[in-house]
């Protein structure tokens, strides 16, 4: 959003086909959790949620701040302003 915000365009394809988007998101946590209740423990459906939850954090935490450092882009307020 900021990137947009900013002037600098989407960000890469690569991420958000990695990311899956948010259809991409709530199918795999709706597979995951219909294919881990059914069948294992409570603990293991949490902990494959959170696993999940972190993989694409890192993914986005990690693009975003390369991004931010190699591309020179100016920061944004939310107002749409220069910071």
Do not use: C, K, N
């Amino acid at each position: 959003m900021y990137r947009i915000r900013g002037g600098t365009g989407a960000p890469p394809q690569w991420l958000v086909r990695t990311i899956g988007g948010h259809e991409g998101r709530t199918l795999v946590v709706a597979a995951v959790t219909t294919i881990l209740s059914a069948s294992t423990q409570h603990t293991d459906l949490t902990l494959a949620l959170t696993a999940f939850a972190v993989a694409v954090a890192l993914v986005v935490l990690v693009e975003s701040i390369r991004f931010w450092v190699s591309s020179g882009a100016p920061a944004v307020h939310d107002e749409g302003e220069p910071a």
